[in-house]
Nanobody
Framework: QVQLVESGGGLVQAGGSLRLSCAAS????????LGWFRQVPGKERDFVAA?????????YYANSLKARFTIARDNAKNPVYLQTNSLMPEDTAVYYC???????????????????WGQGTQVTVSS
């Protein structure tokens, strides 16, 4: 059974940073590309960042976030990380980790291309 478990969310002041982590079990971690999405109530789930399978040689970001967010993976320790810097109140959302098999060809930015999802971690940025 595949499980993705996010951690690292919380309450932070504007300008602060958080490092989100996602630990996966029940799959061969290096065979999966990993993505982060976020969602606020009443809105669609938005793409944040993705990293390819294996060594993670390619990374993709939402244009509006790439200057402040960084995705990384550690195949030895399993997790995928999302470093979020210079946080703003509009970054407040539930952040989800997702995994997709490495040989899929669909867009990394499309949430429906991912097979497995975590339960999410809340990030709240106060002004």
């Amino acid at each position: 059974q595949v499980q993705l478990v996010e951690s690292g969310g919380g309450l932070v002041q504007a300008g602060g940073s958080l490092r989100l982590s996602c630990a996966a079990s029940g799959l061969i971690f290096s065979n999966y590309a990993l993505g982060w999405f976020r969602q606020v109530p009443g809105k669609e789930r938005d793409f944040v960042a993705a990293i390819t399978a294996g060594t993670g040689s390619s990374r993709y970001y939402a244009n509006s976030l790439k200057a402040r967010f960084t995705i990384a993976r550690d195949n030895a320790k399993n997790p995928v990380y999302l470093q979020t810097n210079s946080l703003m109140p509009e970054d407040t959302a539930v952040y989800y980790c997702a995994a997709r098999f490495r040989y899929l060809r669909g867009s990394y930015e499309s949430w429906n291309e991912y097979h497995y999802w975590g339960q999410g971690t809340q990030v709240t940025v106060s002004s």
